[in-house]
């Protein structure tokens, strides 16, 4: 009982807010007391402006309290601290309406850390100690909290469900199986529960590689979209490019028309223009004549007249003038006819071609792009062979480029090249120029005695740190073969994988970024495969190098990528 009022003292001088004993105790207006700071962060809060209320009781205040130290209270909470009573534990909070409650805890209960599947109980941190520390509960099963432990009990024999019958496919008590149950197929809880356990995790096997499977897909059609998208973009800009063209052309020829009929309408006009002057001074002369002739036959003096007929009679003749024959005027007519027959034939070209132009789109039909076969005889690689060129900007001082920048040689004193953001300083190694996605096919050529990595790298890898960060084939950013004078290796991730078989002076490399296939191989009379990835690429590719630090340079060790044609 002392123990059941320890415990009520010790909840009436609890904060209902925090719900440990209290520190520095106000009481406020309605009776109710809370630590003090607890009380001001309510009041600081709260939604509603100016009003102020308990949070156990709700009763409202206009304005709000001034908060006073209740001494009496906090005398008294310090004199039950010095008797022993404290305040419970952080970690030890109180059960709430979701939570599992300890099922030992009296008054109220604290949550539940565990539960007890042979007990059928649940309990907090204090009652659980005895599962701990005493022999006797060694064998108990502890698991999560649990609200459903009542489960576990027959209803018919009130024992715990320890068995499982695998004909009728449900939990039974050791009673049952000897009694309606009896020549079932049963065996134990835990030996079913390893073999669904075994069941479950195929499946989940299953599952999971059906959701890599599915991840790759929506990856590849991602790609798919980002493709139809450039390719689209790609086509607008061409196309506008090529009727921008033909425009300018059409507008050109349109000016040169233009131009040429004016020209031409000059020259007529001129033309016309000279015949009417000369027109026009024939008629003046001849009214002149017509003029001297009328004043001769005017004449009354019959001497006078015959006297001057013969020289006024020359002049009766008519001046010579070329016959000027006119008709309908139709100078551009034919023009305009010529200029509507070609467009009724760009029409017509327009029409059909545009009907072959549009068979020509693909399906509105989206699937999966399948993945190519593999090319399997050097000639197939080939047609998908690339020049590789490596970038100065990221190669390292220990190594010299040379043979337009397909070669690289370890030297033994550092190469002067500027600084750059790019240039790999910790490691021994250089990135390609080429940025790759799609099909790809190179070799290299390896000279010299040592260990050189023929790699493939994402652009954004490290260019300085420890060994995992920036060299090639220790991180999730490249994939590297190691091509030692002994066993082929290769690295991703910092993970190694042998590779048996002798070694070789050239190597090819085969890419298929879309398919997500790397694949390195000997090159001799006959293509031999080394080792080949299966992976999704989220980026594009670059070509790296790398040569290990104890290479022979005595004998000039480089690695070359090859012209292969």
Known sequence: MAQKGDQLDQETISCSICLDLLKDPVAIPCGHSYCMSCIKDHWDGEDRKGIYSCPQCREDFTERPVLKKNTMLAALVEQLKKTGLQAAPADHCYA????????????????????CLFCLASYCEKHLQPHYDSAA??????????????????????????????????CICYLCSVDEHKGHDTVSAAAERAERQRELEVRRQTIQ?????????VKLLQQEVEAINHSADKTVEDNEKIFSQLIRLIQKRSSDMKQQIRSQQE???????????????????????????????????????????PSVSALSESPHSSSIKTKPLRYF??????????????????????????????EAEVSLPQPEP????????????????????????????SEGNRKVTKMNHPQFYSDHPDRFTEWQQVLG?????????????????GEAYVAVSYKDISRAGELNECSFGHNDKSWAL??????????????????????????????????GVLSFYRVSKTMTLLHRVQTTFTQPLHVGVKIGWWFVLSRKSSVEFCKVK
Not at 433 to 449: D, I, N, P
Not at 482 to 511: A, D
């Open 267 to 309: 020259t007529e006009v001129s033309r016309v223009k000279e015949l009417q002057e000369k027109l026009e001074q024939e008629i003046t002369e001849l009214k002149r004549r017509d003029a001297e002739l009328k004043q001769l036959s005017h004449t009354e003096d019959h001497n006078q007249f015959l006297h001057n007929y």
């Open 96 to 115: 709430g309406p979701e939570d599992v409650a300890c099922d030992f805890c009296s008054g109220r209960k604290l949550k539940a850390i565990k539960s």
């Open 209 to 217: 590689q059906g959701i890599q499977d599915r991840e790759k897909d």
């Open 374 to 401: 593999e090319p399997e005889s050097r000639a197939e690689f080939l047609k998908y062979s690339c020049e590789i060129t490596l970038d100065p900007n990221t190669v390292n001082r220990q190594l010299l480029l």
């Open 482 to 515: 190691c091509c030692p004078s002994g066993q082929f290796e290769f690295w991703h991730n910092n993970n190694k994988t042998s590779i048996s078989g002798p070694g070789s002076s050239r190597i090819g490399v085969y890419l298929d970024h879309r398919a």
């Open 137 to 170: 509960f060694q064998k108990h099963k502890l698991v999560e909290p649990s609200k459903n432990l009542q489960e576990n009990i027959c209803s018919r024999h009130d024992e715990v469900m320890k068995m499982f019958c695998r004909t009728d496919q449900k």
């Open 433 to 449: 120029r080429e940025s790759l996605t799609g099909r790809h096919y190179w070799e290299v050529k390896l000279r010299g005695v």
């Open 333 to 362: 007519e034919d023009v305009t006819a010529a200029v509507k027959e070609l467009r009724d034939k760009l029409e017509d070209i327009l029409r059909d071609e545009w009907t072959n132009i549009s068979l020509t789109f693909p």
